[in-house]
C-alpha cells in the first residue's frame, strides 16, 4: 500500500547535468570565469590559470579546498545553495559575499573538456576525484534504456592520495580533452576575464594570474581608447585614472541612485563612456566591445544592455561601459539570473528599474556627446592643412555654417580617416553647389544621414562640374594603373576576365555602368551556353569567355580570347555573328528590336590575317562595317588610360575646388 505522505515524488535524471553543463555556457572564457568566482567564494587570494604542454588547462587557487563531505554534500551535488547553508553564512570568513548561488556553475567546465580532475586539501586532509564526460553520457544513455544497472548516479574516480598534486591547502582543477573554445591564447583569456571581474586585483585581495602575468585593469584594454566618461556611484573618480588624460576630454559625475518603485533606492557604481572612433571598439581579436556590461558583486551578470535600447542614433555606435548593480542579486530577494549566470530575467522590477536609469543617462550623454563632437568638429577638421586653407578663406558669414557641417561630420560613425577624407571632399563639394545657389540654409538643414549623400550632389557651373568629375576620372585612371601592375603575361587574361565587366567604361567611357536587366540576361546567357557548347574544340580552346551587358542604351557582346591563341579576324567575326543573332532574336521576342548592338573582341595579339597595313586596314573596316570592335590586352589599357590621363593633364592645376581636394587626398593619403 503506499504509503499517503510518499504518494508523489520527484526524480532527477542524470540528463540534467547534460542540459546545464554541457549545454549551457558559449565560450571558454565564460567557463572559467565560473571556477574564479569558486575560487573567490572559498576565500582564494591567489589564482593561477596555466595552459600546460600537454594541452591541458590547469587552474589553481590557494582557498580554504574541499573535504571529503564537501566534494560530495556540495560541489558534486547540483543544485547546491550555499547561502542557504546556515555552515557557510552569508559572508565567507574574509568577509566575502559569495558570487555562486545555483550550485550549477561547476557543471559547465563539460562544455569546454571532456575530463575534469579536482585536486584538494584541507585541514592536510588531501581528496581527489576525475569526472569523464563520456562516462556520464553513457550512464545516462542506460538510464534512458531503463538497464538495471542504471541508477542515476555517477560516481567518478577517485584519485590515490600519492597522486594528489594539492600540498598545503587550496584546489587544482585540471581539465583535459580540451574542445576547440577552449584552445584560446593566453593573452585572449586575461582580456575576457579581466573584462568579466571588477574584483581582480591587490585592492581586493584577489589576485588571478594567466601562464604566470597577473590580470590587471589594463587587460580590460578599452579605458586608454576613451575620450568621454560619464562616472557613477562613491569613489568612481578611481575610473578616471585609468584614462589617457591626454584623450580624456570629458568627465563628468553622475548620481548612481537607481529607485525600484515599492522596494527602495539602490546605488550603481561604474562608468559609460565613448571612444573617437568605433573601430576602437574592435578589439584585436575580433571581439565588439560596443556594449554596456552589468557586473553583479563584481562579476559578470548581464552582458550587454545597451541592445534593449534600440534608436538608431549615431552616439550608439562610440558607447562602452560597465556598471556594478549589486541590488539585482540580494540573498533575501529572488535569483534573477539567468543558469548560465550571463544576462538577467527582464521581468523583474530591479532589472526594469535598471532600464528605466540606464535609459535616462543614454538621453543626457546623447545630449552632450551631441553638443561635444559638434563644437569639436571644426578643430579636427582643420587639423588637415588643405581643409584649414579652405575653411579661412570662407567670409565670416559662411564660417559659422562651416563649423555646423563640420560638427555634423564628427558626430557620424566613420570607420577609419579615409572615410572621414572622403566626407570632408564631398561636404566641401556640398558647401559650394548651395553657396552657389545661395541656399546655404539648406545645409544647414541637412542631417547626418543626410550628409552620407553628398557625393551625389552635382551643379551646372563649370567650376564644381570639373571638380567632381576630375575626382571621378582619377578614381578611374587609378583603376587602370591597378590593373596595369596585375596584368602579367600569365594572369592577363584572369585579371581582364574579373574587370572587364565590372568597369565597363574601360572599353568606351560613355558607358559608365552596366544597366540591370535580370530577366533579359538570363535568357541571352543560357542562348549563349547553348552556342558555347555547339562550337568547334578550337573555337572553344580559344576562348575565356563570352558575355553580355546593357550599357548606354547599348547592347554590348563582350569576346574574350585567350592572349596565347592565334586569331584570324574573318572567322571571329563570323563566330561573334552568331551570338549577335542569337540576341536580336531576343530582342525582337521582348519588342526591343530597334536597340543597337555592340560586340568587342578583345585578343592577345594581333590577327594572323593581318599582315599587312592593307590588310589590316580592311579587317578594320569589315569589323566596323559588322559593329565589331577589336582590341589587344595592351590596346585596351593603353587607350583607357590615354582617354583618362589627357583629361587630367589638362584640368588638374586649373580650378579652385580641384586643388582643395587635391590637397585633402595628400594629407590624408601622403
Given amino acids: 500500500m503506499v504509503n499517503e505522505k510518499d504518494k508523489y515524488s520527484m526524480t532527477m535524471s542524470l540528463n540534467i547535468l547534460h542540459h546545464l553543463g554541457i549545454g549551457l555556457y558559449s565560450n571558454a572564457p565564460a567557463v572559467l570565469s565560473e571556477v574564479v568566482a569558486n575560487s573567490w567564494d572559498a576565500d582564494a587570494s591567489v589564482v593561477k590559470v596555466t595552459f600546460n604542454q600537454d594541452d591541458s588547462i590547469s587552474i589553481e587557487d590557494d582557498g580554504k579546498g574541499m573535504s571529503l563531505e564537501d566534494i560530495n554534500g556540495k560541489y558534486l551535488t547540483v543544485g547546491y545553495q550555499k547561502r542557504l547553508d546556515k555552515d557557510e553564512g552569508p559572508l565567507t570568513q574574509k568577509g566575502r559575499k559569495p558570487l555562486g548561488r545555483k550550485g550549477i556553475g561547476k557543471l559547465s567546465l563539460f562544455s569546454i573538456a571532456n575530463i575534469v580532475e579536482i585536486h584538494t586539501t584541507k585541514n592536510g586532509v588531501k ?18 534504456k531503463g538497464e538495471a544497472s542504471a541508477s542515476g548516479v555517477y560516481h567518478p574516480i577517485d584519485i590515490p592520495q600519492r597522486d594528489i598534486i594539492v600540498k598545503e591547502k587550496g584546489t587544482v582543477i585540471v581539465l583535459r580533452g580540451l ?19 571588477a574584483i581582480i586585483g591587490p585592492a581586493h585581495g584577489f589576485r588571478v594570474y594567466v601562464d604566470g602575468t ?71 581579436f575580433g571581439e565588439n566591445l560596443n556594449k554596456i556590461v552589468i557586473m553583479v558583486r563584481g562579476k559578470l551578470g548581464q552582458e550587454d544592455v545597451l ?8 552616439y550608439r555606435d562610440y558607447l562602452i561601459g560597465e556598471l556594478d548593480a549589486p541590488f539585482l542579486d540580494i540573498d533575501e530577494k529572488e535569483d534573477i539570473s539567468t543558469s548560465n549566470r550571463q544576462t538577467i530575467k527582464e521581468e523583474d522590477p530591479r532589472y526594469q528599474a535598471l532600464l528605466k536609469f540606464v535609459d535616462n543617462e543614454l538621453s543626457h550623454i546623447a545630449t552632450m556627446w551631441g553638443d561635444k563632437r559638434s563644437a569639436e568638429g571644426l578643430a579636427r577638421a582643420t587639423k588637415d592643412p588643405a581643409v584649414k586653407e579652405w575653411y579661412d578663406a570662407l567670409g565670416d558669414s559662411y564660417k559659422k555654417r562651416a563649423v555646423g557641417l563640420f ?38 538643414d541637412l542631417t547626418e544621414n543626410d550628409l552620407t549623400a553628398l557625393g551625389k550632389l552635382f551643379s551646372d557651373t563649370d567650376d ?52 540591370q536587366t535580370p530577366h533579359l540576361e538570363q535568357k541571352v546567357n543560357l542562348k549563349f551556353d547553348q552556342l558555347k557548347k555547339s562550337a568547334g574544340s578550337v573555337e572553344k580552346k580559344g576562348r575565356i569567355d563570352i558575355f553580355y551587358q546593357k550599357a548606354s542604351g547599348a547592347n554590348v557582346i563582350i569576346e574574350l580570347k585567350k592572349p596565347g591563341v592565334p586569331v584570324n579576324s574573318h572567322s571571329l567575326i563570323q563566330q561573334v555573328e552568331r551570338y549577335k543573332t542569337a540576341l536580336r532574336r531576343i530582342l525582337i521576342d521582348a519588342g526591343r528590336e530597334d536597340e543597337p ?17 592593307e590588310s589590316k586596314e580592311n579587317g578594320k573596316t569589315t569589323a566596323a562595317t559588322n559593329h565589331v570592335r577589336i582590341l589587344l590586352y595592351d590596346q585596351l589599357l593603353d587607350e583607357a588610360y590615354k582617354s583618362y590621363s589627357n583629361y587630367l593633364a589638362a584640368r588638374a592645376d586649373s580650378k579652385r575646388i580641384t586643388e582643395i581636394l587635391d590637397k585633402v587626398d595628400a594629407s590624408f593619403f601622403g
Fill in 407 to 444: 560638427g555634423k561630420i564628427n558626430k557620424m560613425a566613420l570607420e577609419s580617416n579615409e572615410q572621414r577624407a572622403e566626407l570632408i571632399k564631398s561636404s566641401i563639394l556640398a558647401f559650394e553647389i548651395y553657396n552657389f545657389k545661395h541656399n546655404l540654409d539648406a545645409l544647414e
Fill in 597 to 613: 548592338i555592340e560586340v568587342v573582341c578583345i585578343i592577345g595579339s594581333t590577327p594572323v590575317n593581318w599582315v599587312d597595313a
Fill in 214 to 284: 597577473e590580470i590587471t585593469i589594463a587587460d580590460r584594454d578599452y579605458f586608454k581608447k576613451l575620450q568621454y566618461m560619464w562616472r557613477y556611484g562613491e569613489g568612481s573618480e578611481e575610473f578616471a585614472t585609468y584614462c589617457d588624460n591626454t584623450k580624456l576630454k570629458l568627465n563628468e559625475q553622475r548620481s548612481g541612485t537607481v529607485k525600484v518603485e515599492g522596494v527602495g533606492d539602490f546605488e550603481v557604481k561604474g562608468w559609460i563612456g565613448s571612444v573617437e572612433m568605433p573601430s576602437d571598439l574592435m578589439d584585436e
Fill in 179 to 197: 574542445k576547440k573554445d577552449a584552445k584560446r591564447t593566453p593573452q585572449a583569456l586575461r582580456k575576457r576575464l579581466a573584462r568579466r571581474f
Fill in 127 to 144: 581528496n581527489g576525484l576525475v569526472m569523464d564526460a563520456r562516462s556520464i553520457e553513457q550512464k545516462i544513455r542506460e538510464e534512458a
Fill in 307 to 314: 541592445s534593449e535600447f534600440r534608436e538608431g542614433q549615431f
Fill in 464 to 515: 564644381i562640374e570639373a571638380a567632381i568629375y576630375y575626382q571621378l576620372v582619377r578614381q578611374r585612371v587609378d583603376i587602370i594603373d591597378a590593373l596595369r601592375k596585375k596584368v602579367s603575361a600569365e594572369a592577363k587574361e584572369k585579371v581582364i576576365q574579373q574587370y572587364i565587366g565590372k568597369y565597363l567604361w574601360l572599353l568606351d567611357p560613355s558607358w559608365e555602368r552596366a544597366t
